[in-house]
T-cell receptor, first 115, second 114 residues
Framework: ETGVTQTPRHLVMGMTNKKSLKCEQHLGHNAMYWYKQSAKKPLELMFVYNFKEQTENNSVPSRFSPECPNSSHLFLHLHTLQPEDSALYLC??????????????FGPGTRLTVT | AQSVAQPEDQVNVAEGNPLTVKCTYSVSGNPYLFWYVQYPNRGLQFLLKYITGDNLVKGSYGFEAEFNKSQTSFHLKKPSALVSDSALYFCAVSHSGYGNKLVFGAGTILRVKS
């Protein structure tokens, strides 16, 4: 276990549904991330939060809405998704105040299927 | 812009033989380099990193990597492969001034056969 948990592990949703992904880190880290992992594509950074403040939005469509109520929890709210949004969504956390020399610790991911 | 190339989609090696997974990078300034491993249905696990200092970095599970500035490479190596090393390996790069962001390579599948 890496100290980062994600729920649910699997999610199937229709294009008109609204759902949320949850991530929790037990490592005392200051930064949290959402990534999208699709087959045969590099990992795509979606959002970065430092001390609960969003510091990066990598041109993500508005149908993905992140929320970071505190440094230990991160949510990804989903609505009106498209089939091409089907992917593994990974949460990660790291130490540091914006420094990029710290390794990231990943959760097991949520396998999302949009029907 | 930062980028990482992993030129091999897949590497096959026999158990007990040495393994190398290749990575080259492009970054402005001094790079921070990372290797991660992903087993099926799992998230990525950190293996090792190079920030500064000794060019040979040792990490988890007997893996090591050598930073070569002139060749802009950071190849992952292990002297004797195990079947349990079979997984998907990612190289990633960042640098100071790039915030918390990592840029990942496309990944290399390592298959170790007994």
């Amino acid at each position: 276990e890496t100290g980062v948990t994600q729920t649910p592990r699997h999610l199937v949703m229709g294009m008109t549904n609204k759902k949320s992904l949850k991530c929790e880190q037990h490592l005392g880290h200051n930064a949290m991330y959402w990534y999208k992992q699709s087959a045969k594509k590099p990992l795509e950074l979606m959002f970065v939060y430092n001390f609960k403040e969003q510091t990066e939005n990598n041109s993500v469509p508005s149908r993905f809405s992140p929320e970071c109520p505190n440094s230990s929890h991160l949510f990804l709210h989903l609505h009106t998704l498209q089939p091409e949004d089907s992917a593994l969504y990974l949460c990660a956390s790291s130490q540091g105040e914006g420094g990029s020399s710290y390794e990231q610790y990943f959760g097991p991911g949520t396998r999302l299927t949009v029907t | 812009a930062q980028s990482v190339a992993q030129p091999e989609d897949q590497v096959n090696v026999a158990e007990g033989n040495p393994l190398t997974v290749k990575c080259t990078y492009s970054v402005s300034g001094n790079p921070y380099l990372f290797w991660y491993v992903q087993y099926p249905n799992r998230g990525l696990q950190f293996l090792l990193k190079y920030i500064t200092g000794d060019n040979l970095v040792k990490g988890s599970y007997g893996f090591e990597a050598e930073f070569n500035k002139s060749q802009t490479s950071f190849h992952l190596k292990k002297p004797s492969a195990l079947v349990s090393d079979s997984a998907l390996y990612f190289c990633a790069v960042s640098h100071s001034g790039y915030g918390n962001k990592l840029v990942f390579g496309a990944g290399t599948i390592l298959r170790v056969k007994s």
